[in-house]
């Protein structure tokens, strides 16, 4: 089984639903499907946007309306989970879960991993 689809920390946010919310906008629910399926590879929020005919900044308007974030905050956030993910359940080492979870570099994976969780990427398996 993908470690995508593994169960998860009770800490750590739950944002499939949000696609599956009724009340959701259906082409915020189109971009959310767009970034979960494009986390070794994400694309720019623009064209995330164009994918699902809207502007950069309507799609942009409609994530602050519906979810209080930008795109490319949402679709970093997706991809530092899946990080931590792979971190906790595989012995990959850094360089390839920062690879696999579309980071250009080690480093820059490690920036962004710290500034959200407050540790380093190879904190989490001292």
Do not use: K, W, Y
Request: no cysteine; hydrophobic share 45%; aromatic share 4%.
């Amino acid at each position: 089984m993908s470690f995508l689809m593994q169960g998860r920390a009770g800490s750590e946010p739950q944002t499939a639903p949000l696609a599956r919310d009724p009340a959701l906008d259906p082409r915020v629910a189109a971009a959310l499907a767009r970034m979960e399926a494009r986390i070794d590879a994400p694309e720019s929020a623009a064209a995330t946007a164009r994918a699902v005919g809207l502007s950069p900044r309507r799609l942009e308007t409609l994530f602050r309306e519906a979810l209080d974030g930008t795109p490319a905050a949402h679709a970093l956030g997706l991809r530092l989970q899946a990080a931590r993910r792979m971190l906790t359940d595989t012995n990959h080492p850094v360089a390839e879960v920062a690879l696999r979870t579309g980071f250009s570099s080690p480093s820059t994976f490690s920036r962004a991993f710290r500034a959200r969780f407050g540790q380093p990427p190879g904190g989490l398996r001292a």
